[in-house]
């Protein structure tokens, strides 16, 4: 069910998302889900989140359903934990048009903007409306086995097509709208959207991208030619990697979802016909961000 993303702003059913066995989540999760209630919001409780929170906390009282349901019927979703709990969730409704809503009960938290203590502080603006909404593009991606396809997934951060647990090198090859861009032996290649270039990209030597813009990033992952750098692409070409020679060579979406390729295998990418949109509170700057989780501002300690 596509409806749009109009419906965040009077919210009447909000769905609640947790990374699983937390004590803290739990806490927080109850602590939610009573206030929203309180609020004449129906509330339903990811079903995997209920099953292992519920043996802390109490959450009979609450709908419990998966995330085709809520995709259907929920206005929101508010996601309690770490970047990894947005992701999943992330690639899970974006088919749906579910926006969503980030309390951070992880270390970092690029994506998830609300401090665990501001929570309930927060929520009064987000039911009237005050939180900005902002699009967030997604890479889908699909894997070709002679001339087959044997899978397909979305994700928001990256794929990363990598060698495996085996210390060799892999080898592709790099086509850009067909066009055959360069051989690389590496120990792989990360395809990152604009939101991903904090996370894996960032930690190869990736730039940052602001996620308002249009673009792809590809990094090599130590690439054995040091002329083999970063690039940035727009985000309606079509990329594909080809791989020549491997030992054990794999594929990840968003670093959550992993699957085997041989070589011959094809990884193909494109920017996804879907999009997810994260709900900011007031006052929400992404350069803020930046310098805070980045400690950008920090001075050096020591005597």
Known sequence: M??????????????????????????????????????????????????????????????????????????????????????????????YCVPLVGVNQGRLGFMTDIARDDMLTCMDDLLDGRFDPENRMLLAAEVTRDGKEIASNMALNDVVVDKGAIGRMIEFELFIDGEFIYNLRSDGLIVSTPTG??????????????PTLTGIALVPLCPHALTNRPIIVND?????????????????????????????????????????????????????????????????KGP
């Open 197 to 210: 270039s904090t996370a894996y990209s960032m930690s190869a030597g990736g730039p940052i991208l602001n």
């Open 2 to 95: 596509n409806r749009g993303f109009a419906s965040y702003r009077s919210p009447r059913t909000i769905a609640l998302v947790g990374k699983y066995h937390s004590q803290e989540i739990a806490e927080s999760l109850r602590r939610l889900a009573e206030y929203l209630y309180e609020r004449g919001v129906s509330v339903f409780i990811e079903r995997e989140t209920a099953e292992n929170i519920g043996k802390k906390v109490d959450l009979s009282r609450w709908v419990t359903c998966g995330f085709n349901d809520i995709g259907a019927h929920a206005d929101l979703a508010i996601v309690l934990g770490g970047d990894g709990t947005m992701l999943n969730a992330a690639r899970r409704l974006a088919r």
């Open 236 to 300: 309606n070409t079509d990329i594909e990697l080809r791989i020549v020679s491997a030992d054990d060579p794999r594929v990840h979406f968003d670093g959550q979802v992993t699957l085997d390729l041989l070589p011959g295998d094809s990884v193909r990418l494109r920017r996804s016909e879907h999009k997810i949109c994260f709900l900011h509170p007031p006052g929400y700057s992404y350069f803020a961000m930046l310098r805070q989780k980045l400690q950008w501002s920090e001075r050096p």
